[in-house]
């Protein structure tokens, strides 16, 4: 759909943030219209995945437009459903919590307009935290919740919005294709391994995408000072990631629009690290 691709360069034009707020909708409506989909209002990982009659009742614990689902049978076998384990009402009130830090920038917009099944996994322990979403799949992800722990509501608002954007990109690119030789990798900061390009792109798109976030985030008038000094700290780790994939927008295995929005994140972020510099530089000679 060549309406997707002008958008998308329109709002790089522009300097949109990262989320590029509004396009999901087009993005959502468009992919409903498609002749496989079945009906937006019957979405339920399960139902997508065949685990259950199309027009069969799904459990459904509906919360700000999303919904808490069972785990599905296919992934029994690698996360171990939370959900189930946990209290419902320590949950809704987790996610409504991260949500609220959504709305900095309209990245909250995003979320609930792409993610509508949310799968709750336990992580591996205290201050560790999962979240994955799966191409195959338009708009499920799954997430750990770690409500009560130090900074719960900022590492569940990132694995939010991360598993969004992974999600928003996959939509992209069903119309604009980003990558031109599959067989290309690159180094991935993320997973610390040769990766191909179409990773290395989503793992840029994402972080940047929430950098951009933790910097509106940072100047939000409610936020404590010790979720500033998490904020800081989670910024300058992700600055050392981004600065790993610098080159990728000269990649040849890329596609010019992918060249395009590779260059449009890093030089972004660049300036944005200036700014940022800048202004403690400021704060210091204060």
């Known amino acids: 759909m060549a309406e997707i691709g002008v958008q998308l360069d329109a709002r790089i034009a522009a300097g949109e943030p990262f989320w590029l707020p509004g396009l999901a909708d087009a993005l959502v409506e468009e992919f409903w219209s498609t002749p496989q989909a079945t009906t937006q209002a019957g979405y339920t990982t399960a139902r997508w995945l065949g685990e259950m009659p199309p027009l ?151 972080f940047a995408g929430i950098d951009q976030w933790l910097t509106l985030l940072d100047a939000a008038p409610l936020i404590s000072s010790e979720d500033c000094i998490c904020l800081t700290r989670r910024r300058a780790e992700i600055a050392q990631e981004i600065a790993a994939v610098a080159t990728l927008g000269n990649a040849p295995g890329l596609t010019p629009t992918g060249r395009h929005l590779a260059r449009w994140l890093l030089q972004s972020h660049e300036r944005a690290g200036d700014r940022l510099h800048q202004i403690a530089g400021e704060r210091a000679d204060s």
């Open 56 to 206: 069969a009742d799904a459990p459904r614990n509906s919360h700000e437009g999303l919904t808490i689902e069972p785990l599905p049978k296919a992934f029994h076998g690698r996360f171990r459903d939370a959900a189930a384990m946990g209290s419902h009402a320590a949950i809704r009130a987790a996610i409504d919590a991260a949500l609220t830090q959504l709305i900095a920038g309209d990245a909250g917009q995003m979320v609930t307009r792409l993610v509508r099944a949310i799968h709750v996994v336990e992580a591996l322990g205290p201050g560790y935290d999962i979240s994955h979403s799966e191409p195959s799949i338009p708009f499920s992800i799954f997430v750990s919740v770690p409500a009560g722990e130090r900074h719960g509501t900022l590492r569940l608002a990132e694995s939010l919005l991360h598993e969004a954007l992974h999600l928003q990109l996959t939509l992209i690119e069903r119309h604009v294709p980003m990558v031109r030789d599959t067989t290309a990798t690159g180094y991935s900061p993320w997973q610390r391994s040769q990766r191909p390009l179409s990773g290395l792109l989503h793992g840029l798109y994402v």
